[in-house]
């Protein structure tokens, strides 16, 4: 068995079901061309996973450890509840 190429690190955050929509339009906005991929618990959470498609080869390659961090970041602020106007 062999690798067919690189094995993908996906970008990951956690965010509040809630705050979802509020932050995809962010993350589609700044990571745009990268794929994201999200799983919802069963109590509200939602896992994101980012890939960053691959120029060569099959598979993805993975985000850079900026990216990565972007990435936390963005759902750290978007799961901060916002106070109301």
């Given at each position: ?7 993908p690190r996906p970008g990951r955050a956690l ?29 509200g959470e939602v896992v994101l996973l980012a ?35």
């Amino acid at each position: 068995m062999s690798y067919l190429g690189p094995i993908p690190r996906p970008g990951r955050a956690l965010v509040r079901g809630e705050r979802l929509a509020d932050t995809l339009p962010e993350l589609e906005s700044r990571f745009a061309g990268v794929a994201i991929q999200g799983s919802v618990s069963r109590w509200g959470e939602v896992v994101l996973l980012a890939f960053d498609p691959a120029e060569r080869g099959a598979g993805v390659v993975a985000l850079s450890g900026v990216t990565d961090a972007e990435l936390v970041q963005v759902a750290v602020r978007s799961s901060v509840p916002r106070r109301p106007r």
